[in-house]
């Protein structure tokens, strides 16, 4: 694992309020605080997140930390495994922060959200106006399995500021050992709709659900006063919040998407079964194979993918799903735009050639590329959600197609994949789509793309390359090797990669750093292809500005034991509408980090106490928007038991200047690499708290707003 990732770390920004995570905190004795999802004062909670700022291989800055914990049902543990989760595909914007106010606490061992096993933080009032998304995720621990809903609120002004609520939003049983029913997400709406399938598989309970079932809960509405068990009994769910769409079906059903409610003007489910069928309504269900019949297509694998790219006329968002073509094989991507009854419009079929060859860095698998798969073992029933990513880049006007490929011919576990491209123009998506590679590994060499420093237009090197897993492993998993794609606002590809990386030690020896790595696949014009950025890898460290404790990334996870990892990257872990809703045609470019709407990858941090704790973490802009009209404001009040405390209140004034001072003596003032505005690094945090970062304050302070 490696040890030496580049501490790049932004605590602050220009125009930021200070660093204080939330979810970065670790219990009072180092005893677990994570939530126990039967007691009722653990059903919401809302708290203050500020994101601690990454620099990519490429030097461009993003903001991560840990959104949200798993819960806790097994003493022998922190807290629970993550399974399927995923992220809101668009954003609100102008709306109320949805909880009155939120905890924060800074540099305070042993504070958080826990009733008892936190000290409490200190009630804050959240912004107005604010941008709003949210997130689902699954967690497990022997019979428990419960669905987390995160409802995430930021003010445009101050992008790393994060106002999150917690909901519990489903739960099994109401102890340990109760098992009514097994979940799998699934997907979230920027409102809070949350939408799995359940079952009751291996359920010993006498009470469990049957058959197929298919659930939405409006997590915006549950009441924390009750759980929200799901059971044969319908008085033991919320019922303000809680929607059956489906019950007891002998039809096995994938776990769904849905559409928007704030495009469709409704929360409308959209999925599919093992008949072949595309399955959408808002309370009633329709299932047909309208999206099939009349193409190539004979029959569909995987669940169903929603993309934000409109393409027709009336249309709410795009669907895609694998496809089985003439070859009996997944051959094809069948892709279909619906409207706000979920209703097919258009459809497409895109069905792959035998090879496809990475322009860009010169290769072509050797035996030709394999099936698309991702779809087999246990996705189907727990998720993740969605093979193919479908997007568009605004910079070359075409759409974008993407899912990955098992070029090995071993099933499964097979090691050396391909993530396939596909351009095409939205008038005539399958009469002009062209391929080509994202990301690959090699069956001959075992090496694969390369990773590099920068655009190798602009001078970048070769910084890694693609491996297959089992060189990471030592072969005690063999593969997948690559995650699902999913595709930013801009078009570009990101996907968890396994990956050796070569770096330096502190006596200049080299040496090679084998991990699974979060990636971006940067759009080349110059070659139609594309290039790999690292984006962020276990490693990453950080002195937890809240818990005033390190915390490091200790793991991401691509595969399990015998398929894709349920937890990994799939096509919903990206927010594909840019950061704040902002027209495309207002970013700098294919790598700008606002191109994110913002992404959730399921990982582990390691506390230097020993805490090790499975959280959903979060990668996002931390760019302030165009409205951060006062680079220096970063506070309402300079008093720490004001509820304007580290809130921006349009203004620079003492209040503001006291609080940077509280900031920098707490040694978490880091805004520069340099108080000389003429050197490169001038407003490039460098992980340091110096006397650079107080000047370079202070010329904050006495310039204008504007």
């Known amino acids: 694992m490696n040890r030496m990732v580049k501490a790049a770390g932004i605590a602050a920004l220009a125009g930021l309020s200070a660093s204080a995570y939330a979810q970065d905190s670790t219990g009072v004795g180092g005893v677990s605080d994570a ?73 305070t061992p042993g504070a958080g959200v826990h009733p008892t096993n936190n000290t409490a933080g200190e009630p804050v009032l959240p912004p ?98 009750q759980l929200n068990h799901i059971s044969a009994t319908p008085a033991e769910q919320d019922a303000a919040a809680f929607q059956a769409l489906l019950v007891g079906s002998g039809t096995t059903h994938n776990t769904p998407s849905c559409l928007p409610s704030d495009r469709a003007g409704n929360p409308v489910i959209a999925g599919s079964n093992f008949a072949v069928q595309y399955v959408r309504g808002v309370n009633t269900l329709t299932s047909d194979s309208s999206h099939i019949s009349g193409t190539t297509a004979t029959d569909q694998r995987g669940s169903v993918s929603y993309s934000p790219a409109r393409f027709v006329t009336n249309s709410v968002g795009t669907l895609a799903i694998l496809g089985v073509g003439a070859s009996a094989t997944t051959d094809s991507i069948i892709m279909f735009d619906v409207d706000a009854s979920g209703n097919v419009l258009r459809k497409n079929v895109f069905t792959k050639p035998a090879s496809v060859s990475d322009p860009t860095d010169a290769y072509t698998p050797p035996l030709g590329n394999g099936p698309f798969d991702h779809y087999r073992s246990q996705v189907a029933f727990r998720g993740g959600n969605g093979q193919v990513a479908v997007g568009y880049n605004p910079f070359g006007g075409f759409g974008v197609v993407a899912a990955v490929t098992y070029d090995g011919g071993v099933g499964s576990t097979d090691p050396y994949q391909s993530v396939l491209v596909g351009h095409f123009d939205p008038a005539d998506p399958a009469g002009t789509i062209t391929w080509r590679l994202a990301g690959w590994v090699d069956i001959g060499t075992n090496l694969g793309k390369p990773i590099k420093s920068g655009p190798g237009a602009l001078g970048g090197t070769v910084i890694g390359t693609q491996v297959p897993l089992s060189t990471v492993t030592g072969g005690s998993v063999l593969g997948p090797s690559i995650s699902a794609p999913a595709i930013d606002a801009a078009g570009n590809i990101w996907f968890l990669a396994a990956a050796e990386q070569y770096k330096v030690d502190d006596m200049g020896v080299p040496f090679s750093d084998f991990d699974t790595i979060l990636v971006r696949a940067v759009y080349d014009a110059t070659t139609g292809g594309y290039e790999l950025e690292r984006v962020l890898e276990p490693g990453f460290t950080r002195i937890g500005n809240n818990s005033g404790t390190r915390y490091t990334l200790s793991f991401l996870g691509i595969a399990d034991s015998n398929s894709i990892d349920s937890d990994t990257l799939f096509s919903n872990g990206l927010n594909q509408s840019a950061w704040n809703n902002m027209d495309t045609a207002d970013l700098d470019g294919q790598q700008d980090p606002r ?10 941090i390691t506390y230097e106490t020993g805490e090790e704790y499975q959280c959903l973490f979060y990668v996002g802009n931390i760019t302030p928007g165009p409205d951060n009209t006062c680079p220096a404001d970063l506070t309402g009040s300079s008093d720490p038991n004001d509820p304007t405390y580290g809130v921006p209140d349009g203004d620079a004034d003492a209040d503001d200047f006291f609080y940077y001072l509280d900031l920098f003596v707490a040694n978490n003032g880091d805004l520069t690499g340099s108080s000389d505005p003429n050197d490169p690094t001038y407003g490039q945090p460098d992980g340091d708290s110096d006397a650079d970062d107080f000047f370079y304050y202070l010329d904050l302070f006495v310039g204008p707003c504007l």
């Open 35 to 107: 939530l126990y999802p039967y007691n009722l004062a653990h059903q919401r909670v809302s708290y203050v997140l500020d994101l601690s700022g990454t620099t990519t291989s490429w030097e461009n800055i993003f903001g991560v930390g840990p959104l949200v914990k798993s819960a806790k049902t097994n003493v022998n543990f922190a807290n629970n495994l993550l399974s399927g989760n995923g992220i809101s595909q668009t954003n609100l914007t102008g709306v109320d922060a949805f909880s009155p106010e939120y905890s924060l606490w800074v540099a």
């Open 128 to 225: 107005s106006g604010t941008t709003q998304f949210a997130a689902i995720m699954t967690d497990f621990d022997q019979r428990y399995n419960g669905v987390t809903t995160t409802i995430v609120n930021y003010n445009p002004a101050d992008p790393a500021r994060l106002f999150v609520t917690r909901i519990n939003a489903a739960v099994n049983g109401t102890v340990e050992t109760a098992d009514d029913s097994q979940f799998g997400v699934g997907a979230v709406d920027a409102a809070g709709y949350s939408y799995f399938r359940a079952d009751a598989s291996g359920s010993t309970a006498g009470n469990n659900v049957t058959g197929n079932n298919l659930f939405r809960v409006a997590a915006q509405l549950r009441n924390p006063a």
């Open 595 to 604: 191109s994110l709407g913002g992404l959730v990858l399921s990982a582990e």
